[in-house]
């Protein structure tokens, strides 16, 4: 199973092109690092203090993630899933059962956090969402207090810092790694990378 990663800043498109992904290749799964923020009493308090503490890399269960990856890559067939509700701030789990036998399978790993987990990203197709400031801003704003109770300002607040800790923390990714930059909602560029993801699983296809 060959892994996507879907990186960004928020609201530049991640879960749009995940949806995309996922409604083509349909036997694919996808992990949304924003599931898996942590609720434990440590966290709740350094977010009395810290109120950019949920856009920072200590926020997320990292090793959880890295974990359901490694069962993932032992197509073990029963996997546990979190889910994070952000109004009550708490996870919850479910299982998931995977059938390891689909012919367009990806795991998808969407998140502003998946370019910065314990895995090798020289095995993974790396995308990164670009899109304007502006626009990626409406949209937040939009999810924000839909999703998460947050105000205006709070989330204008929260934005800059997770806008500037995105682009201050992403430059050794894309140092170091292959990475596609793309907009998801640019047909064209769009269209570019489903034929290099189409091509990728023919020639796996042809490996097998």
């Known amino acids: 199973m060959r892994t996507i990663i879907i990186s960004g800043p928020s609201g530049s498109g991640k879960t749009i092109l995940s949806h995309k992904l996922l409604e083509l290749f349909q036997d694919s799964i996808v992990l949304n690092t924003d599931s898996y923020y942590r609720d434990n009493i440590l966290i709740r308090f350094l977010s009395i203090f810290r109120f950019d503490i949920y856009d920072r890399i200590i926020s997320i269960k990292r090793k959880e ?50 370019h910065r987990l314990c895995i090798n990203y020289n095995n993974t197709i790396n995308i990164v969402c670009e899109e304007e400031k502006e626009i990626c801003l409406k949209r937040r704003i939009i999810r924000d207090q839909i999703e998460r109770n947050r105000n205006i300002i709070e989330v204008n607040k929260k934005f800059n810092v997770s806008w500037n800790l995105f682009y201050k923390n992403i430059k050794k990714y894309l140092k170091f790694n292959k990475v596609i930059l793309l907009n998801p909602v640019d047909k064209i560029s769009y269209n570019k990378l489903i034929v290099k993801l189409k091509k990728l699983k023919k020639d796996n296809q042809k490996k097998n």
Not at 71 to 83: A, R, T, V
């Open 65 to 114: 993630i890295s974990k359901i990856i490694s069962s993932l890559n032992n197509k073990e067939e029963l996997i546990n899933i979190s889910h994070y509700d952000f109004k009550k701030r708490k996870s919850s789990y479910s299982k998931m059962f995977i059938n390891y036998n689909g012919e367009n399978q990806f795991l998808i790993l969407e998140g502003i956090f998946s």
